[in-house]
């Protein structure tokens, strides 16, 4: 099973909004509402940001939002904050033997 | 306050094995399901192994089924992570996770990693 495929970086101002997008298949992103965000800060832990497509967790900003369109799953970050600059995975069932799959990962910074 | 403790890593020369154990605390260990996702050094992350609440039921990523098993003792809310036959690309940051209730690859808390690293 091979990874979900985001940018390797994106950008934006303070006050921005940006978009990352996480590409995958049929037999993952495209069959299952059960895309992740994840939020990690150099050395920390990864973080839940949004599970199910479009949920956020308890204490997680509503800047933050999920979406799906077919194949692709896109994370949009609103307001865009100095604090939001991290890596960002999502992850995804998937119907292979390898039952969860992660994305490339997206760098963010924050200019 | 949730908290996921792990511990257990180290050197160990390709062919050797290691036990990777996870201290939970601030929750209900036996509700929820546990897993293992690591990350190698400037790399992303990788799904490794998840477990059922009761322990019944298991589930490895490829790339360690047959090599690595996932247990856990609910007495001690302790999960752990029986790593053989490693090898080079084994190497990476482990963390322990719990998962959102009711589901079993949906992480909401996490501990702060072990590092595992297989050299010579």
């Known amino acids: 099973q091979s990874a979900l495929t985001q940018p390797a970086s994106v950008s934006g101002s303070p006050g921005q909004s940006i978009t990352i997008s996480c590409t995958g298949t049929?037999?993952?992103?495209?069959?299952?509402?059960?895309v992740s965000w994840y939020q990690q800060h150099p050395g920390k832990a990864p973080k839940l940001m949004i599970y199910?497509?479009?949920n956020r967790p308890s204490g997680v900003s509503n800047r933050f939002s999920g979406s799906k369109s077919g194949n692709t799953a896109s994370l949009t970050i609103s307001g865009l904050q100095a604090e939001d600059e991290a890596d960002y995975y999502c992850?995804?069932?998937?119907?292979?033997?390898?039952?969860?799959?992660f994305g490339t990962g997206t760098k963010v910074t924050v200019l | 306050e949730v908290q996921l403790l792990e511990s257990g890593g180290g050197l160990v020369q390709p062919g050797g094995s290691l036990r990777l154990s996870c201290a939970a605390s601030?929750?209900?260990?036996?509700?929820?399901?546990m897993s293992w996702v690591r990350q190698a050094p400037g790399k992303g992350l990788e799904w490794v192994s998840s477990?059922?609440?009761?322990?019944?039921?298991?589930y490895y990523a490829d790339s360690v089924r047959g090599r690595f098993t996932i247990s856990r003792d609910n007495s001690k809310n302790t999960l752990f992570l029986q790593m053989d036959s490693l090898r080079a690309e084994d190497a990476a940051v482990y963390y322990c996770?719990?998962?959102?209730?009711?589901?079993?690859?949906?992480?909401?808390?996490w501990g702060q990693g072990t590092l595992v690293t297989v050299s010579s």
């Open positions: 601030g929750f209900t260990f036996s509700s929820y399901a």
């Open positions: 477990i059922r609440d009761s322990g019944g039921s298991t």
């Open positions: 199910d497509v479009n």
């Open positions: 049929s037999s993952d992103v495209g069959g299952y509402n059960y």
């Open positions: 996770a719990k998962t959102l209730v009711g589901a079993t690859f949906k992480w909401d808390y």
């Open positions: 992850s995804s069932y998937t119907i292979s033997s390898t039952p969860l799959v």
